[in-house]
């Protein structure tokens, strides 16, 4: 400033050096002027007091300097010189204050109750005009005069905005918006203060306007800033009294805590780490509930209050296995002293590694505990198994276990690792209910078995087609057919040919009719199979068209289905082997490529109860 003073001091000099030399001259005569006029170089003051008398002097130098001057005041009356001022000078220059600006406000801040922001509230703002022309109640513009965004932190509304280009003129100068704006926010949420206000648009070919600097107060119709509770309402509404044909409101949108915002993102961040938990209303629930304990001996309460603390619920030994839902056939033994830690915010099963079967763990506590903390693992053995938690730290502990064990490289510590974290909620329930825990195993084994045997029963009846399966008989399922005899019934007499299982053996002769009326002629040796346990008709193939498939028939089913030329047929049994070979032989001569084999063998084996019925009403007689 001292240096600014200075320059405006020599300028106010020149001006007065100026009066002096004008009012000195006025008593020179016309005679003296031309004798300084005479000279080479004269002063420009006393050329320019020569041209102002209008004198002529006889002095061809003196002529010549007159006429020289003359010509130059015709051509230009005015003279404009550029003045060039250095970037620091000009800076304070710029920086001398307006005759008014809004930081004279800041003595008025005194007569509110003003806002304390502990954190950092930050929203965004527009800022329209309101016209009172048409309407008394007035009527909002539908565009931005202004724009930006407001940090409330402390005392302080800090405004980072811009006026519309449309406004025009002064108000692309952004330090109006930003320098020349002192607001505050009071307690109960009003906008207070003092700013550079333009309130017309100025076109290109417009004079500009200078601001008003208007004052904000507490309006009947504002909407307060709710900064108490922002996540709940984060928007407010503060109206503007500027003159009486217009006004304006500025409004604040999505209004953020931005330390909350930060929490939440960091909470975000943290919980898409959680592989192992579902999240919900901040509730971690643990996604490996995939392993049952199963109990193969009574567990052992611990009584003794030495070794008891408050905290440890139903503490116990227990004895049994961890089975997998996903693989039922791979057990893992599990002997261990437990119980239920006492936490009404998390459900955690705390296990003491001691225990033989929990060595693949114990080996790794030191490691353990210099990775993931001594939170779910202490010195003294015992570890946490955390199913459910509202505690994001002891959900991040929990997950920095299973990784841990995941990338050890240690297969049967990990395989354990999974099996009692997956198992921790079976074994809470058994702890708080094992009675009812053993008897819904036994249910559940009684269930699982009726579901192994009814997949077992899906299998055969897709392997055995050609049966219908009652229990554990096997009734055959193809269309009925009838012997229907020709000729007369030859009894094998001679105890030479007999044997004792080939009852009713005789050489018969007839038709075999099925479904479709066709006939097939039938005459052969035959005997019913002595065994009660199922209806088995014994043929001797001779020269029908099955016997050609002797060879590749026993290749596929066995070397004794056509022993000495003899074909056996079932009906109903109760043997799966002697059913599984009545499929076989099914299948063969269906797939044998032999029409005529195969209707024959389809023939034979659906008149196998008819012509068993046959036999015996024959010998009966």
Request: contains cysteine.
């Amino acid at each position: 400033m001292t240096f600014i003073k200075n320059v405006l001091g020599f300028l106010i000099l020149l001006c007065i050096i100026g009066n002096v030399n004008a009012g000195y001259l006025d008593d020179w005569s016309d005679d003296a002027l031309c004798g300084w006029l005479d000279n080479p170089s004269p002063p420009e003051h006393i050329v320019e007091e020569a041209i102002k008398r209008g004198i002529s002097c006889p002095g061809e130098a003196a002529s010549k300097h007159l006429i020289e001057s003359a010509q130059s005041s015709t051509t230009s009356k005015i003279k404009i010189y550029d003045i060039i001022f250095s970037e620091e000078l000009l800076e304070e220059l710029l920086a001398i204050p307006p005759e008014e600006n809004a930081s004279d406000f800041s003595k008025n801040f005194k007569n509110y109750r003003l806002a304390f922001i502990q954190d950092e509230i930050v929203c965004g703002f527009n800022l329209r005009r309101i016209v009172y022309e048409n309407k008394a109640e007035g009527e909002i513009e539908g565009w931005d005069m202004a724009y930006g965004s407001i940090t409330f932190k402390g005392l302080n509304a800090d405004f980072k905005g811009t006026w519309s280009k449309n406004m025009g003129g002064l108000s692309s100068d952004s330090r109006y918006f930003n320098d020349e704006i002192n607001i505050k926010l009071t307690k109960d949420g009003h906008l207070v203060g003092k700013m550079a206000y333009f309130t017309h648009t100025i076109d290109s070919d417009e004079a500009p306007r200078k601001p008003l600097f208007i004052e904000i107060t507490k309006h009947p119709k504002t909407k307060p800033l709710n900064y108490k509770n922002i996540n709940l309402d984060n928007s407010a509404e503060f109206w503007i009294d500027v003159e009486d044909w217009a006004g304006g409101i500025m409004s604040l949108f999505q209004c953020k805590d931005r330390k909350k915002e930060m929490q939440e993102e960091m909470l975000i961040a943290k919980i898409s780490e959680l592989s192992i938990f579902n999240t919900s209303d901040q509730v971690f629930s643990l996604k490996l509930n995939n392993v049952d304990f199963i109990e193969t001996k009574p567990y052992e309460l611990e009584r003794s209050e030495e070794y008891l603390k408050p905290f440890q619920i139903h503490k116990s030994v227990v004895f049994g296995k961890l089975n997998s839902k996903a693989n039922g056939t791979e057990m893992i033994d599990f002997v261990a002293l437990v119980f239920k830690q006492a936490d009404n915010q998390e459900e955690k099963l705390v296990i003491n590694l001691d225990a033989p079967t929990l060595e693949p763990l114990s080996r790794h506590s030191d490691l353990l505990r210099q990775e993931c903390g001594k939170d779910l693992i202490d010195q003294w053995g015992w570890m946490g198994f955390i199913t459910k938690t509202n505690n994001i730290n002891s959900a991040t502990n929990q997950q920095c276990h299973y990784d841990y064990f995941k990338e050890a490289n240690d297969k049967e510590s990990w395989e354990l690792f999974q099996a009692a974290l997956g198992g921790a909620n079976s074994i809470l329930d058994y702890l708080q209910n094992p009675k009812k825990i053993a008897t819904k195993q036994d249910q559940e084994k009684a269930n699982n078995r009726v579901a192994i045997q009814a997949e077992k029963a899906t299998k055969l009846k897709e392997e055995l087609s050609i049966f219908e399966i009652d229990g554990e008989t096997f009734n055959l399922a193809l269309g009925k057919g009838d012997f229907i005899e020709t000729g007369p019934f030859e009894l094998e007499r001679s105890e030479e040919y007999l044997q004792p299982y080939q009852l009713h053996k005789a050489f018969v002769q007839g038709n075999l009719r099925l479904n479709s009326n066709k006939k097939i002629k039938f005459k052969t040796l035959v005997f019913k199979h002595a065994d009660t346990k199922e209806k088995k008709l014994v043929i001797h193939v001779g020269e029908m068209s099955l016997e050609r498939h002797s060879d590749s028939l026993q290749k596929k089913c066995g070397p004794k289905v056509m022993e000495w030329g003899w074909l056996s047929f079932i009906s109903q049994t109760n043997d799966i082997v002697n059913a599984r070979s009545q499929q076989c032989i099914h299948d063969y001569f269906k797939e044998a490529n032999d029409k005529e084999s195969f209707e024959l063998f389809k023939a034979v084996l659906s008149g196998t109860d008819s012509i068993l019925d046959y036999l015996k009403a024959e010998v009966i007689e």
